[in-house]
């Protein structure tokens, strides 16, 4: 699927590496541990930076190995209080929108390795370093950079997870709302650790404009465990 460009960079479907990925990583790392998250002070962000840089630099963008993200997740890895964790699948944007307005949930992106990466690319180039021109996407090679990093942060995150768990599925999408090829089914419920986690309890939402069943799902907020509203019979 490569391509050489005339400058000699490899030719991706994905966006390329973010512009000024070492000042947007190093000023979300030092927001994250001076203000968002001030417990976290002792955290070195210039390491972090360094670290995540050495794990893709000068690599093939579809070569990644679990191992090269190991001293960086290292690094950055903090507990999560129990009680807290909020997984989600297909929910991205309402999700956040949810923790944004009401600190009870910590999502991934709460914590400092989902805070530095949200919403950003980066890869390699064999030759030139770091490709700011294109990226694999998932379904050109799926040991890319942003996939392999958030698989393992996700599995992380799911480790280190104790008590009721929280998950917010699309029950407004085709496929059905659990996925077994999601990050969330196939990395993060296979990573709860159970003599920690005592329960997980599903959020799912339907679209605003989606079948209109208010009171079914009444009835299933009180009656989480009855078959009609069971994901998986
Ligand atoms: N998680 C996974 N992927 C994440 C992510 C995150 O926190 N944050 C971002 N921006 N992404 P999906 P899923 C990007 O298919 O596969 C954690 C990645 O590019 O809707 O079940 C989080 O803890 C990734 O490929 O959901 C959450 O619980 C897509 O968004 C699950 O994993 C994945 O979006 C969600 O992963």
């Given at each position: 699927?490569?391509?050489?460009?005339?400058?000699?960079?490899?030719?991706?479907?994905?966006?390329?590496?973010?512009?000024?990925?070492?000042?947007?990583?190093?000023?979300?790392?030092?927001?994250?541990?001076?203000?968002?998250?001030?417990?976290?002070?002792?955290?070195?962000?210039?390491?972090?930076?360094?670290?995540?840089?050495?794990?893709?630099?000068?690599?093939?963008?579809?070569?990644?190995?679990?191992?090269?993200?190991?001293?960086?997740?290292?690094?950055?890895?903090?507990?999560i209080p129990c009680n807290k964790s909020l997984f989600w699948s297909k929910t991205n944007n309402?999700?956040?929108?949810?923790?944004?307005?009401?600190?009870?949930?910590?999502?991934?992106?709460?914590?400092?390795?989902?805070?530095?990466?949200?919403?950003?690319?980066?890869?390699?180039?064999?030759?030139?370093?770091i490709n700011y021109n294109s990226c694999p996407k998932r379904n050109e090679c799926e040991s890319?950079?942003?996939?392999?990093?958030?698989?393992?942060?996700?599995?992380?995150?799911?480790?280190?997870?104790?008590?009721?768990?929280?998950?917010?599925?699309?029950?407004?999408?085709?496929?059905?709302?659990?996925?077994?090829?999601?990050?969330?089914?196939?990395?993060?419920?296979?990573?709860?650790?159970?003599?920690?986690?005592?329960?997980?309890?599903?959020?799912?939402?339907?679209?605003?404009?989606?079948?209109?069943?208010?009171?079914?799902?009444?009835?299933?907020?009180?009656?989480?465990?009855?078959?009609?509203?069971?994901?998986?019979?």
């Amino acid at each position: 699927p490569e391509q050489k460009t005339t400058t000699g960079t490899l030719r991706w479907k994905g966006k390329g590496t973010t512009p000024n990925l070492k000042e947007v990583i190093l000023g979300r790392c030092y927001n994250y541990i001076t203000i968002v998250n001030p417990e976290l002070s002792s955290k070195d962000c210039h390491n972090i930076w360094m670290r995540l840089l050495s794990a893709f630099m000068y690599k093939h963008p579809c070569s990644m190995r679990e191992e090269d993200y190991y001293p960086l997740m290292n690094m950055a890895r903090h507990s999560i209080p129990c009680n807290k964790s909020l997984f989600w699948s297909k929910t991205n944007n309402l999700v956040h929108r949810y923790t944004k307005a009401n600190h009870d949930f910590i999502t991934l992106e709460d914590t400092l390795l989902g805070y530095i990466a949200d919403d950003i690319t980066w890869c390699g180039s064999s030759d030139l370093g770091i490709n700011y021109n294109s990226c694999p996407k998932r379904n050109e090679c799926e040991s890319n950079p942003s996939s392999m990093y958030w698989k393992m942060a996700s599995k992380m995150f799911a480790e280190a997870a104790c008590g009721t768990v929280q998950v917010m599925l699309n029950g407004s999408i085709d496929n059905g709302a659990f996925r077994n090829d999601s990050i969330f089914g196939s990395v993060e419920i296979l990573n709860l650790n159970p003599d920690k986690v005592s329960a997980v309890q599903v959020w799912l939402m339907h679209d605003i404009e989606g079948p209109q069943r208010p009171v079914q799902l009444l009835q299933c907020a009180s009656n989480p465990n009855h078959a009609t509203c069971r994901l998986c019979p």
